[in-house]
């Protein structure tokens, strides 16, 4: 069983401790929108939309959670408020994309070479993520190659090699202001000789004119499509969680940029906004595939929805 397999105690601990300020806040926000309740009213469910709103779960999604809740109420008539925390995890499970990833991550490495493009804006954990994420494909026994394609910053390439001598992964490099097409050319090239199982391609961490961006990532995809048709097989956007509807803009502006089809949500640990990973999922309809949950290699974890729901919501 690989690190990334089935969720064991260990990685349980793990989820509940980087989740701990969010709940903390979340129940703490619940126990008041239904303080001196015993059935779930008008009241409960006005007072419940303020709480998922400031939660940082969104607007919309928020707004769909109510009009649900209203619904069963209005079927059932009477429940009781103690009723409310598993009414909120059928919901918030319901809306969330995916079921739970119970296999290990390498069973979803369907192609060969896997390659995964990633995109993101600087300071959101974007080179600690591809670090991590390599560290755990070679413990599983994959090889990786590095393509370190984020030519705008010294330090970025810098970053990179640390992370590949760290971990053991191969790295791909042209230096600062190189281009970053032609370094993804060169990764994809190289993971082809040595016969490489999985590429990690970074990409500059900046959000710029949208049209720029948007050349600049096809460009990217078109030289590596000369090489592996088909590639990228994954553009993995991350996000951090602790900024909150800042990561719902960033989505929104990478989205329109590229075709992302799957998120990573960084330092869940260090805020009480984690109820951004709802809100991501269901308004963007891409799937969120990692949590980073703490420091520690093992902390960027495979997201599983019903683990995320339970330990949030228990």
């Known amino acids: 069983m690989g690190i990334f397999g089935f969720f064991n105690k260990e990685k349980k601990e793990r989820l509940n401790k980087g989740l701990f300020s969010t709940k903390q806040s979340f129940f703490s926000k619940l126990s008041n929108a239904i303080l001196g309740k015993a059935t779930i009213d008008d009241e409960v469910l006005e007072n419940l939309e303020e709480t998922l709103i400031t939660s940082d779960i969104g607007v919309d999604t928020s707004l769909k959670i109510i009009e649900r809740l209203k619904k069963r109420v209005s079927q059932q008539r009477s429940i009781q408020t103690s009723e409310l925390q598993q009414l909120l995890k059928d919901e918030i499970s319901n809306m969330l994309l995916g079921e739970g990833r119970e296999s290990e991550i390498t069973d979803q490495l369907d192609k060969k070479p896997y390659v995964i493009m990633v995109v993101g804006v600087n300071g959101v954990g974007k080179t600690t993520t591809i670090g991590k994420l390599s560290h755990q494909f070679i413990a599983a026994g994959k090889s990786v190659v590095i393509g370190a394609a984020d030519t705008f910053r010294a330090a970025a390439v810098d970053q990179i090699k640390i992370w590949c001598e760290r971990t053991g992964a191969s790295l791909v490099s042209q230096g600062m202001n190189a281009d970053p097409a032609s370094v993804a050319f060169d990764t994809v090239s190289s993971a082809l000789a040595k016969d490489a199982d999985v590429v ?3 990409t500059a961490g900046r959000l710029h004119n949208k049209v720029n961006l948007m050349n600049e990532l096809t ?8 090489k592996i048709p088909g590639a990228p097989h994954e553009v993995l ?4 969680a602790s900024t909150g509807q800042n990561a719902v803009e960033q989505c929104k502006q990478f989205s329109a940029a590229t075709e992302v089809n799957a998120l990573a949500l960084t330092k869940l640990d260090g805020t009480a906004k984690g109820g951004v990973v709802i809100g991501l999922s269901d308004s963007f309809q891409i ?3 990692y949590i980073g949950v703490g420091e520690q290699m093992e902390d960027l974890q495979l997201f599983d929805k019903k683990e995320f729901v339970d330990s949030l919501l228990s």
């Open 200 to 202: 990690i391609i970074d």
């Open 219 to 226: 460009k990217i995809k078109k030289v590596m499509q000369k």
């Open 237 to 240: 956007l991350v996000l951090d």
């Open 287 to 289: 799937p969120v595939k």
